[in-house]
């Protein structure tokens, strides 16, 4: 792991309820009062300034859908709840929606008992606020909502003790919706939504996984990356990043109507976001008090997954795009980085295939096809008797084949899904051979036959963000290093000179000359707006 300054997320949507019990219904009365007697049952717009931020607040009202209680003084046949809104700059946006609360509420024409947590809690009466906006953290909701208070009651002339919703909150009180962003250049987005993006790759990670419900959504209505939704229920986060809690979903989207033409329009660019909700957690809320740990683990999820796709993670005007509400700067506190579990994931399944077709025998050969003929699972002696060998033969050749098959209980069957996918797709072929079987596994996945165990390139050039434009040993190819490299030993960062020699090792190891590099530049950051150009150079080692 690793900790450095990142680029600082910022929110979008948030969602919740703040519950306020020292003062029971008092505030919800004195509101109803300022509404009806002051306000004739609308305040109008009234411009205030918060913080030097100019406001524009109103208070409204509409009828719920609980009885009011004998002892309370209203003609009306169901209590309202009053709906104070702000909007600030931009698309900054607060709205509240503030409700009773007691014990043994009823409903207004029914009569049947609405259940609430004050029938349970010593409290028996207090207020509840519902909570929703944009673009605002979740403790300026919190302060905003006493300051609007105050505003509407200056404005009506009617005193509010200016207690109300300023004390504790309940610990009853919770977010619902909590989503953060980063505005990403176009050029960038199919590092996150293309063929090898890492959208696809977390669906590969997840889908070979029990008890995953792993999704993803793809709109590209009107541009590649439209709307791309990743939904990772609780189990699914956690396998991405360990001690993560908490389901999640993440997004790569454009505004409703796309910008085509001007690059300089923020919103031509799109944003990537990690969003929290309740429904991807067992339909659970959060609690109030865990607004930090929420924070933390989306800004934990959003930074590392801009990260495995290779974005720079550091401050960069030519990566990120400012917008009203989202400023390219560097973030406060630094978040954990994490390695990519994906290509980790994916080499070591594409190797361990390519290293089974390497040494394939014929009997091999014969339960693949036989297990890809008829549905990927079979008792072994179904194998036996459908492969034409014995008993023994069968299982010397699971355990030849372990780690690509499973025999769980008697059940011969793929030890995953891809797997399953892959080996079909290479078994179908009509001139499969084994004479031929390693050469079209290692063109199918872009490997070296003499690599099967590992690849050190794509090892290299994940750890590294790196990555070979052009064909080696050829003019015009560049191998480009995204990561903060330095010519200095004193430096933290990694040196030029020993992450080149590096390239050379891997490059050898896979089984190719280091001579083909020979003819390479080199592209690296020596800070996040700063590139440097070399030329690659094999006699390092």
């Avoid at 199919?190 to 029990?210: D, F, N, S, W, Y």
């Avoid at 030849?400 to 793929?414: E, I």
């Avoid at 030993?489 to 090792?505: C, G, T, W, Y």
Wanted: charged share 30%; aromatic share 8%.
């Amino acid at each position: 792991m690793s900790r450095v300054r990142q680029i600082a997320t910022a929110p979008h949507e948030c969602e919740g309820n703040l519950i306020f019990t020292e003062n029971g219904l008092s505030p919800y009365w004195i509101l109803g009062r300022l509404l009806i007697q002051r306000f004739d049952g609308y305040s109008g717009e009234i411009e205030t300034e918060v913080d030097g931020e100019e406001w524009t607040v109103n208070l409204k009202y509409q009828k719920s859908g609980i009885a009011p209680r004998l002892q309370d003084d209203v003609t009306n046949e169901r209590l309202y709840e009053y709906r104070i809104s702000g909007y600030g700059r931009g698309e900054r946006k607060a709205n509240f929606l503030i409700q009773p609360r007691f014990a043994d509420m009823r409903h207004y024409e029914t009569g049947d008992q609405v259940s609430t947590p004050f029938d349970n809690i010593p409290e028996d009466e207090g207020v509840n606020v519902r909570f929703a906006g944009s673009n605002l953290e979740p403790l300026e909701f919190r302060r905003l909502l006493p300051t609007f208070v105050q505003v509407l009651a200056r404005e009506g002339n009617l005193p509010i003790n200016t207690d109300y919703f300023a004390g504790e909150v309940h610990g009853m009180s919770n977010i619902t919706t909590y989503e953060r962003y980063v505005r990403l250049n176009r050029s960038w987005s199919p590092k996150v939504v293309g063929r090898a993006g890492i959208m696809q790759r977390l669906m590969h990670l997840c889908a070979t996984e029990k008890g995953s419900k792993f999704e993803y959504r793809v709109d590209n209505e009107d541009i590649v990356g439209y709307n791309h939704r990743v939904r990772l229920p609780t189990p699914d986060a956690k396998r991405l990043i360990s001690g993560h809690r908490f389901g999640k979903q993440i997004k790569h989207y454009h505004p409703k109507y796309v910008r085509e033409d001007d690059e300089t329009d923020p919103l031509y660019h799109p944003k990537v976001g990690v969003l929290l909700k309740k429904k991807l957690n067992s339909n659970r809320s959060f609690r109030w008090e865990d607004h930090r740990k929420l924070r933390r683990e989306i800004d934990e999820t959003l930074i590392n997954v801009l990260s495995w796709s290779g974005v720079p993670v550091q401050v960069d005007q030519t990566t990120y795009v400012p917008d009203d509400h989202f400023d390219a700067v560097a973030s406060e506190k630094p978040v954990e980085l994490f390695a990519d579990p994906t290509p980790e994931l994916e080499t070591e399944q594409n190797a361990m295939i390519l290293q089974t077709f390497v040494g394939l025998r014929e009997s091999d050969e014969r339960v693949l096809e036989t297990l890809v003929t008829d549905g990927g699972k079979q008792h072994p002696n179904e194998l036996a008797e459908n492969t034409g060998r014995s008993i023994s033969t069968v299982y010397r050749t699971l355990d030849r084949l372990r780690g690509v098959l499973r025999n769980d209980n008697a059940c011969v069957s793929f030890a995953s899904k891809k797997f399953e996918q892959d080996i079909t797709a290479i078994v179908e072929q009509v001139e499969f051979g084994i004479e031929n079987a390693a050469d079209r596994v290692s063109k199918l996945y872009n490997l070296e036959t003499k690599s099967a165990s590992s690849n050190a390139w794509q090892q290299f050039c994940t750890k590294y963000s790196a990555s070979l434009v052009g064909v080696a040993d050829e003019e015009d190819t560049t191998l480009r290093i995204d990561t903060i490299l330095s010519k200095l030993k004193s430096s933290s960062n990694p040196r030029i000179q020993d992450v080149l020699a590096e390239a050379v090792d891997a490059w050898r190891s896979i089984g190719r000359d280091p001579l083909e590099l020979r003819t390479a530049d080199v592209q690296w950051r020596s800070d996040p707006d700063a590139w440097e150009y070399g030329k690659v150079n094999p006699t390092l080692r």
